[in-house]
């Protein structure tokens, strides 16, 4: 059997954003570094607009970017969460009892010892910061996206996407509590606290009534088809402009450091590669189709970067290292899950066929 039959194409699988997200990474670094140099008066402008220490524009930029994310999660498809037992065992034990903890591990060993001749030490700190951000969240959108590519079940990535999100509201402020801690970086409660109710409680609970009220006067057909292609350039447009922000107050640091992009690249490149070979490895072993294995590897491979950057800027601020390193995540993510893709397409005749009725 040629395991490459049938694969879906990229083209149709990912949109233009979604197929070129590193070059307009790339770009808003350009654009923002060069605002910030030649007209800082823009930045230093919108960073007058704080309310209790948070940034009005940029929150609203966050805002765009994850709420129609959580648009798309249906709650209800938790109801077949028992389709797949060993899938979803396999990945949330990946995402929340593993993940985080090698993404300290790995980036801890490399910002702090093995780059420590290139990296100052409290700069290196908050680039673990960042990196930990990314660890304690597991990908959202984009996992649809991958389980496309690979043929995974729809109704599976769909439970697994919608337990994760709630799984994230009550896990992700205690683990990158204790794992800054770990870091000798404090953070008051009371301020990761506000970050989880600004960027995960209200996106989700807006997300929710959002979709609860579109799909019952307009139904189904008019949400897929209609409503959430209007929503969908929000995204992309809130996450550009918000690195565009970024960068033009980043811009001095990346100008005197260039290499440390490439530094910080290595650990989160590693993690990724790392946390995909253990739940597909996992679910290998345990005899899972491959259509539930690909996309439970994938969801934790990648990072819901989105919600890492806004945590990042909430937390540190817009000029910190720790947004830097959550940006780095943003750049890698897409070629490097790619790759991924292409592994588990050309492996699927290692997995067990899923039987008829598992779709």
């Known amino acids: 059997m040629n395991a490459t039959d049938d694969t879906p194409n990229i083209k149709e699988g990912m949109g233009l954003f979604e197929r ?5 990474v ?13 007209a800082p008066g823009v930045p230093q ?16 930029l966050i805002w765009a970017m994850i709420f129609p994310m959580m648009v798309q999660i249906d709650f209800g498809s938790i109801l077949g969460v028992r389709r797949q037992p060993k899938g979803l065992f396999i990945t949330t034990t990946v995402n929340w009892l593993i993940k985080p903890f090698t993404m300290f591990a790995i980036a801890w060993f490399f910002l702090m010892i093995v780059f420590a001749p290139f990296i100052a030490e409290d700069l290196a700190r908050e680039y ?10 597991p990908c959202t959108a984009m996992v649809f996206v991958w389980s496309y590519l690979t043929r995974g079940d729809a109704a599976y ?12 509201l009550f896990a992700f402020a205690p683990i990158v509590m204790v794992l800054l801690g770990l870091s000798d970086i404090i953070v008051p409660w009371d ?6 109710f600004l960027y995960i409680v209200i996106p989700l609970g807006a997300g929710y009534a959002t979709r609860r009220l579109v799909i019952r006067y307009k139904g189904i057909e008019y949400f897929d088809n209609v409503f959430m ?35 910080i690249a290595v650990p989160l490149i590693l993690q990724t590669v790392l946390i995909f070979f253990i739940a597909y490895g996992w679910a290998k072993a345990w005899h899972v189709p491959h259509n539930v294995a690909a996309p439970g590897a994938m969801i934790g491979a990648s990072n819901f970067f989105e919600l ?21 995540g943003v750049l890698v993510e897409v070629p490097l899950m790619l790759g991924l893709v292409w592994i588990a397409n050309r492996t699927r005749h290692h997995f067990p066929v899923a039987h008829e009725g598992q779709s």
Request: glycine residues 8%.
């Open 20 to 24: 070129y997200l590193s070059v307009w």
């Open 157 to 168: 990535t769909l439970v697994q996407v919608s337990v994760n999100d709630l799984i994230m």
């Open 308 to 328: 890492a950057v806004a945590a990042a800027i909430a937390l540190f601020g817009l000029q910190s290292g720790a947004a830097l390193a959550t940006v780095v």
């Open 229 to 263: 292609k209007r929503l969908g350039p929000v995204t992309p447009i809130g996450l550009i402009l918000t690195l565009v922000l970024l960068f033009a107050f980043q811009g001095e640091v990346i100008l005197q450091n260039p290499l440390h992009i490439a530094l």
């Open 26 to 38: 790339a770009l808003a670094i350009v654009i923002g570094i060069a605002l910030g140099q030649f």
């Open 191 to 196: 301020t990761i606290a506000l970050s989880v």
């Open 128 to 137: 673990l910061a960042g990196a930990i951000l990314l660890g304690a969240a």
């Open 45 to 60: 402008a919108l960073s007058r607009f704080e309310y209790a220490q948070v940034s009005i524009p940029v929150a609203i």
